[in-house]
């Protein structure tokens, strides 16, 4: 298989606050990486793509200035929850794949909880 | 619109029944992919169908691709503790931007 880091697990910020995730492909190149929010029990809701060395493509009713994403290299992907609230509490989990590959590795996810 | 249906959502058995997790929809898929997730972690791969018709056993699971290339099954044979989790089946259609389209997961309970 291959590795997919995301850091920080958990993250505990203030209402208003900006938090960053990282994703990491560790030992893969992934020009596609893809951002996900989980409620509790539930399947995996997709956010956003994130493309190396261009802009994210987001799903419909995701706000992008909201949940800012980077894709600066090809084994790095940012996703940045700017002036958070509590709402935005939740899990959130990267997966990368392999260019040209069918599988989908997944970071650890993020427990992001805002007070 | 749901493009894979998963059932059942929720499932508590005892230890060593055995059940069965389905996925369906009308679109062909070029793969399927299952995965299970615990809480608080991200999922993991368990395996990967392709071809139509495919079976593919992994110790006690055993996981069908419809001929069609529509619809897949997991089957768990005497079903222990362990194998309590969210099990998720994604498709992949050639071509959507590699995004996978997910079902909706089965929260499965082994019950000692």
């Known amino acids: 298989g291959a590795v997919v880091s995301q850091h920080p697990s958990r993250v505990i910020c203030k209402s208003g606050t900006s938090v960053k995730i990282e994703c990491r492909s560790l030992?893969?190149?992934?020009?596609?990486m893809f951002w996900y929010r989980q409620f509790p029990k539930k399947s995996l809701m997709l956010m956003a793509t994130s493309n190396e060395g261009s802009k994210a493509t987001y799903e419909q009713g995701v706000e992008k200035d909201k949940f800012l994403i980077n894709h600066a290299s090809l084994t790095l992907s940012t996703l940045t929850v700017t002036s958070a609230h509590p709402e935005d509490s939740s899990f959130y989990i990267c997966s990368a794949r392999r260019d040209g590959g069918i599988e989908a590795f997944f970071g650890q996810g993020t427990r992001l909880t805002v007070v | 619109t749901q493009l894979l249906e998963q059932s059942p959502q929720f499932l508590s058995i005892q230890e060593g029944e055995n059940l069965t997790v389905y996925c369906n929809s009308s679109?062909?898929?070029?793969?399927l992919q299952w995965y299970r997730q615990e809480p608080g972690e991200g999922p993991v791969l368990l395996v990967t169908v392709v071809t139509g018709g495919e079976v593919k056993k992994l110790k006690r699971l055993t996981f069908q691709f419809g001929d069609a290339r529509k619809d897949s099954s997991l089957h768990i044979t005497a079903a222990q503790t362990g194998d309590t989790g969210l099990y998720l089946c994604?498709?992949?259609?050639?071509?959507?931007?590699?995004?996978?389209?997910w079902g909706l997961g089965t929260s499965l309970a082994v019950n000692p």
């Open positions: 994604a498709g992949d259609r050639n071509g959507n931007n590699r995004k996978l389209i």
């Open positions: 030992d893969f190149q992934a020009t596609t």
């Open positions: 679109s062909v898929f070029s793969s």
